[in-house]
C-alpha cells in the first residue's frame, strides 16, 4: 500500500473506530463494553463458595452453574475464557468443582478434565504457587488425588499488619479467610492455638473492613472471583456469620440466567482505555466526554483502605468501591490532566498525591501497597512507566526527585535482552513499550539511552514478517492457539513455527511505542504495523481481541473488545499525527 493511500486509510479507520467507541459510551459517562463475559474460573469458584456458604439457599443457582459448567466444557476437556486457550488452572478448578457438587453426572467431563490438566502440564504448569496451593484444596473438597500437602497459612502472619500487608497486598483478605478455614480445621499445639486466639480478631477485622468500605453489599471489589474465596474461607471457619449471608446473597444475585458468572465489571479501565484513545484522536474537547470526566470523579475513593494502609485519592478498575490499582489510578490521573479544566482538577492531584505516598522506596511502583513483595502484586515496570508519564505530564521534569528514582530503578529491571515486564499483561511487548516511553521522554543519561535503544531494538526483533507483534516469546507448553480462538482478522504469516500469532492489542502498544521514541512513521516496521491494524479492523469499526490480559497473573488470561479497540484507535491517531507532522515538515502534504 502507498504511503498515502495509507495515510487515507489510517484516517479512515481513525473515524470508524472513534464512531464505534463512542457507540459504547453509557448515559453515566462510563465506557462498557461486553454485556456478558461468562468465565469458567469465576463460575467454579462461586459455586464452590455457595456449596459451603448456603447449599439449600443456593440450590437452584448451583445446579444451573452445573449444567453450564458441563455444557461450556471444550472438546479438549478443558476450560477457559472466550478467545484464550485452554488453561491448567481453570480446567483443575472446574473439575473439582463437577466432582463435588455432581460426581455422578458429571462423572465423564471431570475424566476428561483431568486428563487435559495433566496433558498441560499439571501443577507444574501453574507458575503461582497461591495458585497451585488452591487447586489442592479445591482437590481436597472434592476428594480428588493431588501432588504435595496443603501448605498451612500461618494465621499469625497478620499480628505483624506491615509485613503482612507487603507480602500479600490485594491478596490479605483473601488470605485471612482461607487461614480463619485453616485454623478451624487444623490441629495445632497450646503454643499455635494461643497465636490463633490473638490473631482470630485481627484477621475479621481485615475482612469486615473490606466489606464495610464497599456498604457491606457482600460483594468484594465488584469480582465473583474475590468474593467467592472469601466468602468460601469465612464459611469453613464458621466466623462472621452475617458477612458470609450476604456474600452468598451477592454472588447468587451476579450469577447470569445461564448460570455462569463473568468476569469483574471494567468500568474505570475501559473509560481509560476508551478516553485515552479519543483524546489522542482530537476528542479532548468533546461535549460528550463531560460526563466521562464527571464519572471519573465520582469513581475516586475519598477515604483510605485501611485494612491495606492504602490512603485515599485512588481509583481501581471498576466500581466507586472497588480495591486501590496504582495502574488505573496512574491512567484516570493522566486522562483527566488532558481533559478541560485538569491542570485545576482535585481529583488530579489527589491522585498524583496517592503515587507520590504510595511510591516504593526503591522507586517503583506496586500494584496498591507501598513496597510490596516483588512478585505477585508487587513492583511492575510497566505500572512504574504509566506512573512516570502521569507526573511528567502533570509538569514534573525528569530531575523530579519521583521520576528520577523511578527511572533508576526501571534501568535495573530491564532484562538482558532489552524487554521489560508487564504484570497485568502477557509476554513483553506491552511492559517493554510502556518503559521505552517513559526512557524516551524523561531518560537524560548515556544509561538511558542505552537502555532505551536496547528497548526500542528488542521491539523491532520481535516484530513479525506481516507487521504484527505479539509476546515475543515461542509458545510454552499448553498455550498454543486453541482453532478459532485467539485470532482475528489482519493475521498474517507468523514470525515462526510454534510462535504466537500476532495480537490488536501487542501490535498496538509496541508501534505506540516506538513512536513516542521517536522512530518515524514512515519507517517500514511502523508503517507495516499501522496497515496491520488498519487491516485487522472489522466493519463495525472495533478490533478483535486476543488473550493478552493477565486475570490471575500467568494463570488466567482474558480477551477484551474495549481494551483492544482503545489501544488500536490510540496508536493509529498517534500514527496520523506523527505522519501529518512529518508530511509538514518535508513538505509532503497529507492528512491530519
Known sequence: MPASALTESVGTAVTAGTEALLAHRRDDGAFVFGAHHASPLNTAGALTALHFADPEGSAETIERGVT????????????????????????ALAAATL???????????????RARFEALGGSGAVPEPAMTALIRQFHTFAGLPHEGAQRRLPLELLLIPGLSRRLLSLRLPIYASQALAQSAHRRRGPAGRALDRLARPKALAIVHDAYEREGATGGFSTDPWLTGLICLGLARSGQAPGLVRAAARWLRSAANPDGSWDLMPLDVTWTNFATAALIEAGH??????????????RHQQPEPFDALGCPAGYWGFSSPRSWPMALETAESSAILLKLPGGADDRHVRAGLGWLTATQDAAGSWSLAVRNSKPGGFGPCPQMTAKAVGALLDSGAGADDPRVAKAMRWLLGRQRPDGSFEAMWYRGGTPGTAAALEALSRAGRTGEHHRAAARARDWLLR?????????????TQPGEGTQPGEGTQPGEGTQSGEGTRPGTVEETAWALRGLLAAGLSPADPALAAAARWLVDAQRTDGGWTPGPVNEYVRGCARYADDGIAAGLALRALAHYRSAEAARAAETGEGGRG
Request: aromatic share 4%; net charge negative.
Open 284 to 297: 479532548a474537547e468533546d461535549p460528550q466526554l463531560i460526563g466521562t470526566r464527571e464519572m471519573l470523579h
Open 68 to 91: 453450564w459448567l458441563c455444557e461450556n466444557q471444550r472438546d479438549d476437556g478443558g476450560w477457559a475464557m472466550r478467545g484464550v486457550p485452554t488453561e491448567p488452572l481453570t480446567t
Open 462 to 474: 520481535t516484530r513479525h514478517p506481516d507487521g504484527s507483534w505479539s509476546t515475543g516469546e515461542d
Open 99 to 113: 466432582h463435588l457438587l455432581a460426581p455422578r453426572r458429571a462423572a465423564s467431563a471431570v475424566h476428561a478434565a
